[in-house]
């Protein structure tokens, strides 16, 4: 039986606001089927701390000055949870699926996620497993996975962030997921050397296609930014990171109408937000 395919857009390091919008795009352009198929992003970003909508500074242990000097930003977000860090050495992966369309519930699918990770982990020798208490992939009590999730229009966004060379040192300076108690960990930690990024991706891209029977499809994103609404290539510095602008006045592809207007109105009353990379019942 033929599997179904999703496109893979792979990038080096991509900011977060760019990869943040990119993700709330194309959620619209599966939502009114501009796009046709499920999209997962690749990447890494550059050092930033994000802080959910239950979010608290408190859990920032270290001042804003402090990050200023090193250029590291505290971004507010609309997913659920506290702080947590993303940076370079850690493979994020959002996959913006019609949830409905894969057959899963939510929990079903944040325990595919888990899967993810614990296979990608162990395809390098580390063990890594479940924790009942707390979403994520854990190595003897130490946290190397994290999941955090939203929902819109019953399509998925946010992702998961598995820690393969991370710095674990910007950790130390938040409480992770507003918990006190939570020790990271990483691939390299694990292993006590360095894991050639590629090859870890190449094992999550397996990992990903193994657990939800699916294929994934390389597409570059000039291939489907004619059908996510507002964005315009303006220039690629380099390969696999072309920057957008977000274009208001950008003509939108036929469908859009005073229909989808309401449509949008009546969505805001069911739209949900989940996040499970701070879940903790310790």
Same mark, same amino acid.
């Given at each position: ?9 792979e990038?080096?390091?991509a900011?977060?606001?760019w ?5 709330s795009r194309t959620?619209?352009a599966r939502r009114?089927?501009?796009?046709d198929?499920?999209?997962?992003l ?13 979010g ?8 804003e000055?402090?990050l200023e000097?090193r250029g590291i930003s505290?971004i507010?977000?609309?997913r ?17 699926i019609?949830l =409905?369309g /894969?057959? @899963? ?9 888990? #899967?993810v990770?614990? +296979?990608? %982990?162990?395809?390098?020798g580390v063990?890594a ?9 854990w ?5 190397i996975?994290s999941?955090?999730i939203a929902?819109r229009?019953?399509i998925?966004?946010h992702g998961l ?6 710095s674990l040192?910007?950790?130390t300076?938040?409480?992770?997921c507003?918990?006190?108690?939570? =020790?990271? /960990?990483? @691939?390299?930690?694990?292993?006590g050397?360095r894991?050639?990024m #590629?090859?870890?991706? +190449?094992? %999550?891209r397996k990992?990903m296609?193994?657990?939800?029977g ?7 994103i000039q291939?489907i ?5 507002g ?9 696999g ?17 005073i ?6 109105l009546?969505a ?6 989940l996040?499970?990379r701070?879940?903790?019942?310790r």
């Amino acid at each position: 039986m033929e599997r179904e395919k999703w496109i893979l857009l792979e990038f080096d390091k991509a900011p977060y606001e760019w990869t943040r919008d990119l993700q709330s795009r194309t959620v619209e352009a599966r939502r009114e089927r501009f796009l046709d198929r499920n999209v997962v992003l690749f990447l890494e970003h550059p050092p930033v701390f994000t802080l959910g909508r239950r979010g608290e500074r408190r859990n920032l242990k270290v001042s804003e000055s402090f990050l200023e000097e090193r250029g590291i930003s505290v971004i507010h977000v609309e997913r659920g949870g506290d702080i947590t860090y993303h940076g370079p050495g850690q493979l994020v992966i959002y996959p913006i699926i019609h949830l =409905r369309g /894969t057959g @899963l519930d939510v929990y079903g699918y944040i325990t595919r996620l888990e #899967e993810v990770m614990i +296979r990608t %982990a162990g395809d390098f020798g580390v063990g890594a497993e479940r924790d009942p208490k707390n979403r994520g992939a854990w190595v003897r009590g130490s946290k190397i996975g994290s999941i955090g999730i939203a929902i819109r229009h019953g399509i998925t966004f946010h992702g998961l962030a598995l820690n393969i060379n991370t710095s674990l040192e910007h950790f130390t300076w938040i409480h992770p997921c507003g918990l006190q108690d939570i =020790r990271m /960990t990483s @691939l390299a930690k694990e292993l006590g050397s360095r894991v050639p990024m #590629e090859e870890a991706r +190449r094992s %999550a891209r397996k990992s990903m296609e193994d657990v939800f029977g699916i294929e994934l499809v390389g597409m570059e994103i000039q291939d489907i930014a004619p059908m996510l609404p507002g964005f315009v290539i303006k220039e690629a510095p380099g390969p696999g990171m072309p920057l957008f602008d977000l274009d208001l006045e950008a003509e939108v592809p036929v469908g859009a109408s005073i229909a989808r207007l309401k449509e949008e109105l009546a969505a805001l009353a069911s739209e949900e937000n989940l996040d499970l990379r701070c879940t903790s019942k310790r």
